[in-house]
């Protein structure tokens, strides 16, 4: 019983031990456990004079001169009227290589400017109102000169629009470029705005476009797992706009209108002006888009109704003077349809962009004299590409383009045609200097078009570029009918 | 007895042995990475990029929110101010603890109206043109690097664990560096100092950090100086209007909403 006791003491008088020592050791062992964070008045932290010990910024010299403009402050506020105001002087120099031909030398004023005005209910949100306007005054003698589509002064608005942003809605209206399409170059469902008939080709692989009054709105739709992110986008413009036709003489006025304009001043038939549409709320174009984020997936669906932007021309005999009957050739725009899907995904270093548009019954001009000039054909267009970063700064950007065209033995167009866009770029010197090549290379008989350019910024506001635009291929070709029209540019940009 | 307690104050010391190691280098950054502790948080950042005489200057504000089970996924988006030229740019990131899966990242081009994915392919490029990586503005996992304590050492008069990260081996070819050499505050966690070593182990620029400041509670670096002595360049940067946890709303983190 003594032993037993004197057991049963001993071991109780060890475990006390344990006890303590486990209780000494705690505070020792492991980093910071689940302890509140340091802290300066719980004299966590060791304050000097000028803020907490090791705080190699605390005397702010090194900080005081570039850094007393602070940016506006982030929380929010009741009401606000927030305007800025940007823009850039540039003068732009195009010189035909041909003929040595300067046909553009645009000086610019551009200036944009955004307000807004509202409750901001939580940080970091915008006015629920706000407007953008963005405008220029171009001087452009040598294009005046040449044709009719440049004025040698000319003061315009160029975007204009109100943005209506509620929670879980908004809606922008006035003019506006907006694109709905995820391919580089070639975008068979960008099919809103018109190209810029003044100035087509933004770069060797981009075409240039206008905006036009629309109405859009946007519905934040809910999300169910998987997906992350769904909108519902609806497009209304109330007039349809379409490409212009260029003015004789124009640098991009293709060959074939050239010749139809020769056919006409020779008497062979008569070219009517361009048919635009003119009936507000009558030829009005819609789009929708129903867009979804899942899994690194950026999927679009999309349907448009509207006008054709590149006219088709309508032949049409009326009579004339006596039993004579006279061959009109009138740019018509026609109605049509789309419908199509696009996507993006991300890929590691890459990114995979597509999108596929069928076009039910679009028309298309036809190979012969038959009446009406074209028919209405479906035509299939896709495009499937892919960029990616090599190193540190080598972007590889390529794209391959399809469409398909049924019943084309009767068309201008090939059953087939096909070809890819590129752009390749590096930044050199600290990344003050950017150069590389870009273009879209036809393999059906369209030509290619071909750019090299280096781009130098000076400091936060100068730019100064220069690049060297060619074309080749066949007259009746979308890039060949631009053989002529190889170009130097020399830019430059001081921004504000 | 007398040796079951012998052996009992044995195992009592052994494990107090035990209880002594110094923190692994993962410990100390799994503690730095958990500083932050807030669900959201609101900035603006100014940057000046200095190059001799010639200085950049750039302005951004940037929103960010945790998501997620354990708030590790987190929703970035940054819209620059300054310069000029890419005034009202605007990045949105979204990126995924889960080492496997890719950060979905979309950019709002606004001379192009055009929101346009894109991928982490230029995360070794120069942000902005300045000293810093892109990857260097990143969220960096802690387990995309292996960490070493390699000592302690006194930076700027306040002790630091000294930890050699270097990228896992499946990591290396997205990363500019071999390694980064990272002075950890010993009381509050938070960087004094890192030394980035470029792909043939040598000294590539020195990034020092201070301006140190509890914000709603959260010890928060407010400025630093990333130094490249090769180009003869630094980049001072520094941070101000922070705030934390004000509940951002989930919209302002959508593709929806980098357009103006």
Known sequence: MIRAITGVSVISRAARILVLLISLLIPLTGVRGDESPPDVEAEDIDVSGNGITGDPFADDSLFSSDFTNEPADTEAQKSRVKLDMHGYLESRNRLRTGDSRLVSARQRLWLEAQAGYGIVETIGAEPPFRFFVSGAVDLDPAAADLSDDHDTARLYLEEAFLTVDRPGWNVVIGRKIHRIGTGDGINPLDLINPIDYRDPFATGRSDARLPVLLGLATINLPVPEPFQEANLDVIVVPLAEVNRLNSPGSAWEPPGLQKLRAGHREGAYILEDQKEPDRVFEQTEVAVRLAATLSGWDMSLIGFYGYLDSPVFEREYRSGSGAMQTLHITPIHPDFSAFGFAFAKGLDRSTLRGELAVKPDLPVMTKDETMPGFSRTPVMEGVLGIDRTFGTNLYVNLQYFLIHTWEAEYLISDTWAHGITYDVHDSFLQDDLEAGVRGIVGFTGQGWSFETYAEYQLADDWLFQGSLLLFEGSESGAYGQFDGNDMVTLRVRYSF | ?260
């Open chain 2, 1 to 260: 007895m007398i040796r079951m307690t012998i052996s009992l104050i044995c195992m009592i010391l052994l494990s107090a042995g035990i209880g002594h190691a110094e923190p692994t280098g993962r410990d100390i950054m799994l503690k730095a990475d958990e500083v932050d502790t807030s669900r959201d948080a609101a900035m603006s950042s100014r940057m000046v990029i200095e190059r001799g005489s010639l200085k950049l200057q750039r302005s951004m504000e940037s929103l960010t929110k945790q998501y997620g089970k354990n708030l590790k996924d987190e929703r970035t988006l940054i819209r620059f101010v300054e310069p000029a030229d890419v005034h009202d740019t605007a990045y949105l990131t979204w990126s995924y603890d889960d080492p496997e899966r890719e950060d979905d990242m979309w950019v709002y081009l606004p001379a192009e109206s055009l929101v346009r994915r894109i991928s982490g392919g230029g995360k070794k490029g120069a942000f902005m043109r300045s000293d810093l990586a892109n990857e260097d503005i990143e969220d960096r996992a802690v387990d995309d690097d292996e960490h070493t304590l390699t000592g302690e050492e006194n930076v700027s008069g306040t002790a630091c664990y000294v930890i050699e990260s270097v990228p896992r081996p499946e990591l290396k070819k997205d990363t500019n560096y071999s390694k980064r050499v990272q002075y950890i505050r010993k009381d509050l966690y938070l960087p004094a100092k890192i030394d980035y070593y470029d792909k043939r182990g040598k000294l590539l620029k020195t990034a020092t950090f201070g301006g140190y400041k509890q914000i709603d509670g959260i010890w928060t670096v407010t400025r630093f100086l990333y130094e490249t002595p090769r180009r003869k360049t630094r980049t001072l940067f520094q941070r101000s209007n922070i705030s934390y946890n004000q509940g951002l709303d989930d919209a302002l983190f959508l593709q929806n909403n980098l357009m103006r």
